[in-house]
Every structure is written in C-alpha cells, then in structure tokens.
C-alpha cells in the first residue's frame, strides 16, 4: 500500500490585553483539547529556559513546567492552557508571547466501526491518515466493503472529500471514501488526514456465495457493482465439476422480512451454451451447484447449501 500523508497545520491568534499568543497544533485548530499523553513544546520569547524542550501530560492530567510549577491541563483547549500558562508567567514576564505547539496527540479519540479486526475507539498518535488509522484498527476484514463513511464534526474542520454533505443541525459533515482509490494509488487525496473525534464507519461487502460442485466454493465481494451474472459468478469460482449436475443448479435468494428462501431454478449448460439468458444474482445470493450422482434428499441438499454458504471463505478481487 502506498500511504499519502496528508499534513494540516491550523493556527489560531489571540489577542489579549498584555500578550499576544500564536498556538498550532497538527490536524486541529482552537478547539483542540489536550489530554494525557499529549506531548508540546513552548516557545517563549526572552525566557530559554522554557524553549524548545519537550513536555508530555501525566496520566493525571497535569504536567510540571520549569517557572510553572505543576498545573492541570488535560480537558483544556489550547486557548485556555496559553491563557493558564500567561497568568504565570505574568511574575517573570511583562507580556509573554507564547508558541505552544503540539507534537504527539494520542490523547484525541477517532472512533472505527464496521468490518475491521479491531472496531471500537483508536488514539491518535500525531498526524495520521485514513489508512493509517484502518491499519491501526486491524485492518479490514475479508468482507469489508470497498466505500468507508467518514463522519467529522463541524467545529473541527472542513471535510476535504468531493461531495460531502454537511448536517448543520447535527453539527456533522459526512462523505465516502472509496477504498480501491488508497489501496491501488489511483488518488493519493483520498487517503485524508483523520481529525480527532473523527467517526470512520466500514461497511460489509456486498456478497454472493457459489457453493456446491464448483473448483473454487466460496462469497465474492461485488466490489462497486449491484450485481453479478451466473456467468460471471461461475468464471469466480473456476468453474464447475465433472459430477456437477449444471442443469439443476439453484439460486436460493432471501425472501425480504423472512427467513426463508426462494428457489430460483438455472440450467447452467443452457446458459453456458447461449442457450438460454444469463441470469443476475443479487447480493446474498447462493449458486448452489448439486451432484449428479449423489443420491440426496432435495430438500436435505438445499439445507446444506444454505448452511456451507454461511461459512465459506470470502474472496476479494472481483
């Protein structure tokens, strides 16, 4: 995988009546929340003793500056931890001009849900793009689907995705990702600098399972496409058996609000020959391939395609 790395840098000004401050951080702006774990550096002028060194936040939330002391600054925004550090340093200096920028965030929280290894909470460690993220969370699972919904809020920023959609009420703007655009180098932009507070949602595949007297048994995802032909879902699978009996082949589809399905009837020798129309398989769908010589109860068979077809392996690439 070829990883774009997309650096934001926001910096937010401050004018106050005896100072003036400058605080940047990766990836955030004002609203930036500091948190434990979060490491900066300080830039103040006329006093070195503080310059360039580097702080990390306690797990209590505090850390303990040189001139400072011991101060809390988890749960403060970036603003109100300048503003902290300026009624300090009022004693040692008339009107501090404070840099405060932030080095490593791994306190923000970008939440992942969906068909990764790992969903649930991640922390961000400094700038991190999308695919360093999914990568963090464990990657994708076989039949995780090809478009991943970001969904950032508002007041962190904009969201740099063609056709976005913001939510003014929900504070929210939300856009698509496609996978297949990161994972094969067709648009490096797409791989998008994650924000904190960021939710990455990865759907499932859309799947159709061909079990039965086939070379190769199992789900193919169907990748952008609504839809795949007999054809198609065969030529996936490498084609049938010697023993297959090509023209009593089924396509069992899921009836909609019910458990059961529908038996849909292929001769597979007709529709190879161009004989017959090719048929469409929908997504859900089970090609079940029976035997010729196997002396099997029809209903027993169908049972057992439906039940191989739940754990089959998944098969990308399509």
């Not at 809020?153 to 009420?169: F, M, T, W, Y």
């Not at 023209?247 to 458990?259: C, D």
Request: aromatic share 4%; with cysteine.
């Amino acid at each position: 995988m070829k990883l774009f790395l997309t650096c934001l840098l926001v910096g937010v000004s401050l004018m106050m009546a005896q100072n003036t401050a400058h605080v940047s951080v990766p990836g955030a702006g004002g609203s930036y929340v500091l948190g434990p774990g979060d490491q900066f550096t300080m830039e103040i002028a006329d006093l070195e003793e503080l310059n360039g060194k580097t702080h990390r936040v306690d797990t209590d939330g505090t850390v303990t500056l040189p001139l400072v002391g011991r101060i809390q600054v988890a749960g403060l925004t970036l603003p109100e931890f300048e503003a902290s550090l300026n009624e300090k340093l009022l004693a040692e200096l008339k009107e501090p001009k404070i840099t405060v920028t932030v080095t490593e965030s791994i306190s923000q929280p970008v939440t992942v849900i969906g068909w990764v290894n790992t969903p649930g909470v991640q922390r961000m460690r400094g700038r991190q793009s999308l695919a360093e993220i999914l990568s963090q969370a464990g990657g994708l699972k076989p039949d995780a689907g090809y478009r991943v919904t970001v969904t950032r809020q508002i007041s962190v920023g904009d969201l740099p995705l063609p056709g976005a959609k913001r939510d003014e009420n929900a504070g929210v703007v939300t856009g698509e990702v496609s996978l297949s655009d990161i994972l094969e180098a067709r648009n490096p932009a797409a791989n998008i600098a994650i924000m904190p507070r960021d939710v990455i949602t990865v759907p499932r595949a859309k799947i159709v399972y061909v079990v039965g007297e086939v070379r190769k048994s199992g789900g193919f995802t169907l990748e952008q496409k609504n839809s795949l032909s007999v054809i198609q879902a065969l030529a996936l699978a490498e084609g049938t058996t010697p023993t297959a009996a090509r023209n009593r082949a089924l396509i069992l589809r899921q009836v909609p609000g019910e458990q059961t399905r529908s038996e849909i009837r292929v001769d597979l020798a007709k529709v190879m020959a161009g004989k017959s129309g090719d048929v469409s398989l929908q997504p859900d769908d089970i090609l079940f391939v029976p035997n010729s010589v196997a002396k099997v109860i029809r209903a027993r068979a169908i049972e057992t395609a439906v039940s191989t077809a739940t754990g089959v392996l998944i098969w990308r690439g399509f």
